[in-house]
């Protein structure tokens, strides 16, 4: 049985004081544990960011790379062991800015990994600038009279693309993230948290002014329906709905068919053609011969 | 025999490439070397373009220019390719334009007799099978192999086709076909760049490919994607080239062996994680294939103008490798070496062939196998008991385990790290032992790299310095020389960076040969080797260097 402790590293965490990312990381390790994975059976994928840090503090395999680039280095790592829980965790300006190309086709080729975003709609880590997500009219430090562009529902994105799972949750309710997240984690395909995560320091808007606007979706919803879905994944501003938003049976998963016409095992186990066949492989590039 | 060139012209869309494959494929089962490259305008319907394809008996992996024989698909063809026509030189085309050449209506003799205009370039094929005096038995049997698949009719409409265009090409001959090809016992793979090289990547053990298609390295992902099932590789088309390059990085961080593929555009795109890469010593092995920039320049012509974007290529310093193969043989050695190499130092390694490599079909004797063999260096798990993946060693390397693969932990880190791959601002001690043990690793790959290949070198006063796909254009650039009476010799690099320690023999004059209008192989070994050159025969026009164009350029500065 894996306990808190295995998730537990030493690494001094660079957040500020009091940041709900300490809320993720701990639903976090609250879902490893509920779904009982041993830190090496997990790997996660970060960028460039405040929310890419997390898994520096998960003692676990990690591959924290560049900014935007974390869902390619996700499915490379996916394809080649499928036996890794992979995670990709990121923020709004990694995963729908710098990396928003990767974010929608990834969506087309639905992965067996989960992706959490932290949403805190800004750029934290270079001190306050508008993000994707940041509602038009709101100030930021580059955003002196307010944000211009229109901001982007990448749940809706999400819905929209072929993504059979879909939910939010929030960094002040770490219970119901926990809970969200093993869902995301269990789910057979591509599944895809945007999380809430108020920044305490450049946000303006503090954790309660968030309180006060989620809600949690009741039973009476019915997750599979996809025009409910997409009616539900615009509810923003004075309600905030927070839960699983959409639901579906997986389709087809990315390196399906490579997996049941060519292998199931992970890559690095496999020994390279031999001689004899490389020569078979060599013996179609020469011309017909008298016999053939 | 005198190597014979025959030039296949026409627009995009009529043929010019199908016709080219069945002659190359039928003279070389008629077991002769052969050697066929393209140029072609970046359209998929009209422009004119043409497949050249040389014959000899022994391989002279070269572009000729002068045509021996030309066959001209439309009128437009003749116009354009003419010029390249030899004054003893065959024409063929559907209408008599001048007194001396061989016309066979091809396609209203598939419309009247075959009953459709689709047999038109078979019958084009048998008249040029008839006028190289080549067994029509040979071209039988190509064809057969062709068609098989599409039923007895198709099979046996393309064999009336070839007899009749054969027929009545040798009956029209008279003084215009003085060539006889017999059967001979030559045997060759005919066999491009970018067939070889992702051959060479399945039997170096690669697994994972995702790539952007952009010509002219869009070859290698089609030739994995449609082989995965026989080569186990997994092959993606990825969205863009930065998705394709961190893919890899993924797949190789995870275990597998993995490679990207782009040219010029494609792989600035890509830079940034030729640096992740350094950065997090994940071993990746990327092709560039060269085609004139800057921007997008000529899509479908060649040039070696990306050598120094190539060396320099990321931002921080890190170290990497360049390999910029010769021919098919030779790239599928190096790239075995690339994956080897990439593996054992967890480095970037750049594969730089151009357009002319990637497309041309060359004849290969032997890809001797048996003197390459693919090696693996991810660490036992014995040897482990407190992993970390950034360990401090003498010469850099550290033990490499894949995640997954034990209990052990594996973290890498774009950002500065420690040993266990956690971020760092330790200036004083972590990340100047960081830095250095990368750097560490530049001094074991020097020594991994081979010396240039040197011909001639000490009989002559001056030699030709070139590097990748030229080889073939220098050796002959010599020959010719030769022949003139003039000596040069030549000095070619095909492991190019690091650059290996060598000795450029004092005394000589040295002028170096490029694809490029910059000089940039002057540049580099300029400042690596404090070598003076004369001057550079360069060529920047998006045609392939070839023997003549080296003699002549020889001759116009340095005779």
């Known amino acids: 049985m894996s306990t808190m402790d295995d998730y537990r590293n030493n690494v001094e965490i660079q957040w500020c004081p009091g940041c709900p990312n300490f809320g ?28 890419a840090k997390l898994p520096h503090y998960l003692n676990c395999n990690f591959f924290n790379g560049l900014h935007g680039r974390t869902l390619p280095v996700a499915m490379g790592i996916h394809v080649a062991n499928p036996k890794l829980t992979t995670i990709v965790v990121t923020g709004d300006g990694d995963c729908y800015g710098e990396g928003g190309n990767h974010f929608i086709h990834a969506l087309r080729r639905n992965p067996d990994i989960t992706l959490v975003v932290h949403n805190n709609e800004i750029y934290a880590l270079t001190k306050g600038q508008a993000s994707p997500t940041t509602p038009r009219g709101e100030r930021r430090t580059l955003q002196i009279k307010g944000v ?119 890559l690095p186990e496999l020994e390279p053609p031999d001689r004899e066949k490389m020569l078979e492989l060599l013996s179609e590039f020469r011309a017909a011969e008298e016999s053939s | 025999m005198e190597d014979i060139n025959v030039v296949i012209a026409g627009a995009a869309g009529e043929g010019v490439q199908t016709v080219g494959d069945i002659l190359a494929h039928t003279v070389s089962a008629q077991g002769y070397a052969v050697f066929t490259w393209q140029e072609y305008e970046s359209r998929i319907r009209g422009g004119q373009n043409s497949y050249s394809i040389r014959i000899g008996e022994k391989p002279q992996n070269a572009p000729l220019l002068p045509a021996d024989v030309l ?48 047999y038109a370039n078979t019958i084009a094929i048998g008249a040029l099978i008839g006028v190289l005096g080549v067994d029509l038995d040979t071209l039988k049997r190509v064809l057969v192999k062709k068609f098989k698949g599409k039923g007895n009719k198709v099979v046996e409409s393309n064999l009336s086709a070839a007899e009749e265009g054969y027929r009545r090409a040798t009956k029209e001959c008279k003084d215009m076909c003085p060539w006889k090809l017999p059967r001979q016992g030559g045997q060759y793979y005919l066999i491009s760049g970018n067939e070889a090289i992702p051959l060479a990547a399945a039997f170096a053990g690669c697994r994972f490919i995702a790539a952007y298609p952009m010509t002219p390295s869009t070859g290698i992902i089609t030739y994995l994607a449609s082989e995965e099932e026989r080569l186990g590789v997994f092959a993606e088309q990825a ?42 010593e994940t071993p990746l092995v990327i092709v560039l294939a060269q085609r004139p920039g800057p921007a997008t320049g000529l899509p479908t012509r060649t040039a070696q103008g990306d050598l120094l ?74 040897k482990i008991s407190d992993y970390k ?48 043990k990368r750097l560490a690793k530049f001094d074991g790959l020097k020594g991994e790299i081979s010396p240039p290949e040197e011909t001639f070198v000490n009989d002559v006063d001056t030699v030709l310095v070139g590097w990748g796909s030229s080889r073939g254009a220098l050796l002959e650039g010599l020959y010719l020389l030769k022949q003139e009476g003039k000596k040069a010799g030549m000095i070619h690099f095909t492991e190019i960076w690091p650059l290996p320690e060598y000795q450029f023999p004092e005394g000589k004059t040295y002028i170096t040969v490029e694809s490029n209008a910059a000089g940039q192989l002057a540049r580099l070994l300029r400042s690596e080797y404090a070598v003076s050159f004369q001057g550079t025969i360069n060529r920047y026009d998006g045609l392939p260097l070839t023997g003549e164009y080296i003699r002549s350029r020889f001759n116009e500065y340095y005779g």
């Open chain 2, 71 to 118: 066959l001209a698909l439309n009128e437009g063809a003749v116009n354009k390719y003419e010029p390249l026509l030899k004054e003893e030189g065959t024409l063929i085309a559907q209408k008599q334009l001048r007194k001396r050449m061989i016309a066979i209506p091809f396609a209203d003799i598939a419309q009247g007799e075959l009953k459709d205009t689709i």
């Open chain 1, 148 to 266: 211009k562009l229109a901001p982007l529902n990448p749940l809706a994105i999400a819905i929209l693309h072929g993504c059979g799972f879909v939910a939010r949750g929030f960094a002040g309710d770490i219970e119901h993230l926990k809970g969200l997240l093993v869902e995301a984690i269990s789910y057979q395909g591509f599944s895809y948290v945007d999380v809430i995560q108020p920044c305490i320091t450049w946000g303006i808007h503090p954790v309660s002014w968030y309180r006060e606007r989620i809600y949690k979706i009741g039973d009476d919803y019915d997750p599979g329906n996809r025009e409910g879905a997409l009616e539900k994944s615009m509810e923003w501003g004075q309600k905030m709905p927070i839960g699983v938003i959409y639901k579906t049976p997986p389709g087809e998963l990315f390196a399906g068919r490579f997996r049941k016409s060519v292998t199931d095992r992970p």
């Open chain 2, 389 to 436: 993946r950034y360990q401090l060693t003498e010469h850099g390397i550290s033990p490499r385990l894949y995640p997954g693969q034990s209990e052990h932990l594996v973290g890498v880190d774009s950002d500065e790290h420690d040993e266990r791959g956690h971020i760092t601002e330790d200036l004083g001690s972590t990340v100047k032992a960081m830095v250095g």
């Open chain 2, 239 to 280: 969205e863009d080239e930065i998705a394709a390059v961190n893919m890899a990085l993924g797949a190789s961080y995870a275990g597998a062996r993995a490679m990207t593929a782009t040219s010029g555009g494609g792989f600035a795109l890509m830079v940034e994680g030729v640096s992740l890469a350094g950065m997090t």
């Open chain 1, 24 to 51: 993720i990381l701990q639903a976090f390790k609250k879902a490893m544990v509920e779904l009982n994975k041993a830190p090496h059976e997990v790997c996660m994928v970060s960028g460039i960011g405040q929310a």
């Open chain 2, 309 to 382: 974007f190539a060396i320099n290529a990321g931002h921080g310093e890190f170290p990497k490798l360049v390999l910029a193969p010769s021919n098919p043989h030779n790239a599928f050695h190096e790239t075995v070496k690339a994956f080897n190499l990439a593996d054992r130092y967890q480095v970037p390694v750049i594969v730089l062939t151009d357009h002319f490599l990637a497309d041309s079909q060359f004849s290969v004797s032997d890809f001797d196998l048996d003197t390459v063999t693919p090696s693996f260096h991810l660490t036992g798990l014995e």
